[in-house]
């Protein structure tokens, strides 16, 4: 759950969205839940920018919204 977080801190500041969505995808099967998914992006936005972290955010509502469906 905790190396989930982390690598999605990295992913964000790295801006590679097309990896974040999976890796948001299997932090939600590891046991983290859309809140601290929420806030580990939200803490990125201070230390890598907050066009990264608005661009995580949005990649995440997405993949958040299709777990939620399934």
Known sequence: K???LITLG???A???SGE???HIRGAL???CTPEEVREA???CAIYAG???SSEAFKVAAEVIQESLQD
Do not use: I, Y
Request: no cysteine; proline share 5%.
């Open 50 to 52: 907050v066009p990264a």
């Open 29 to 31: 099967n590891n046991g």
């Open 2 to 4: 905790e190396r989930s």
């Open 20 to 22: 974040l969505r999976g």
């Open 41 to 43: 992006l939200l803490h």
């Open 14 to 16: 790295l801006r590679a």
């Open 10 to 12: 990295a992913l964000t």
